[in-house]
């Protein structure tokens, strides 16, 4: 059988019984590797299950007083609902403004906490920008001046993000105190660690011509940054940022359960007393202050890459 030249490097049958009998071969690799990944698959999902006690058998009590074993998330789902019960306010529509009232008794309270929750995702942000946007250049390959600053930036990057908020939050308690200079610290540092990262990989996808002319103009390094690369970056940035400010308000809303400020500390307080519907009222006004932030989000986010195509 002879074949033909296509291309430098590759060659194709010239007969179509061949052709057809790669293309089989070729499916019968693809059909091999789909089943191996699959099957890789479903043993990861069984073993993790397993770890994850969702195998688990647990004794429940029945309705006539007598004990059987369950499975334990069918054991379980019947509490999650009664949960959710216990968290829904009574309100009928004879009394639909009074109830209201009674559900946000505290809402003096909780609109203070709101404003204190998102000023600390606010200034948590702002240091979050600031870190990751000075150490994502450092940190993506294409832009560090030398290994060693490449592996530093990296490094510190890593730790910042991988201490989950409330961890953050307790060690910044345990040093300055409750309030929320604990919450801004903890999570500006955790929004540090994730910006930068995304940061980075967005300066790693530039074009680097731009710096290289300027390089050639002779420009330092910081100009080669600011003149060549932030042009390119900042649409991604500030969606970035963005996003992230959706995501600081909500872990804003967390870490005052370990004292760091916001209206975690109300979360913590209606668990303690089994207030259930204030939880509930809670989820609301925090639920409600998501959609807005998100709504505003889009909007600028939209009007920024609006101003970008117009140029």
Sequence with gaps: MT??????????????????????????????????????LVVLIAVTAHLGDFFKMVQVTLDDGSRD????????????????????????????????????????VWLRLLIETVLIAFMATTFGVVGGFLLSFPAARNLAPNAWVLWLSRRYLEIARTVP????????????????????????????????KLYSEVNEN????????????????????????????????ISYTLLRFEINVRASSIIGYVGAGGLGQEIRTALSFQEYTDLSALFVIIFVTVIVIDYASEKVRHRVIGMEADR
Excluded at 3 to 22: I, V
Excluded at 210 to 220: I, K, M, Q
């Design 3 to 40: 074949l033909t030249e296509t291309r430098p490097g590759s060659t194709l049958p010239e007969t179509p019984d061949a052709a057809e009998a790669a293309f089989r071969a070729r499916r019968r690799r693809a059909k091999l590797n789909t089943g191996l990944v699959t099957g890789m």
């Design 69 to 108: 074993w369950r499975w334990i998330v069918l054991a379980g789902l019947p509490r999650l609902g009664e949960f959710i019960a216990l968290t829904l306010p009574s309100i009928s529509f004879e009394s639909f403004a009074a109830d209201i009232v009674e559900w946000f008794w505290r809402w003096q």
């Design 165 to 196: 908020e409330l961890v953050w939050a307790l060690i910044f308690v345990f040093c300055f105190g409750v309030g929320p200079m604990a919450g801004v610290l903890a999570v500006g540092l955790h929004s540090a660690g994730a910006l930068g």
């Design 206 to 237: 530039i074009d680097m011509r731009p710096l290289e002319g300027v390089r050639a103009a002779g420009g330092t390094w910081a100009d080669q940054i600011r003149y060549g690369a932030v042009p390119q970056v900042l649409p991604n940035i």
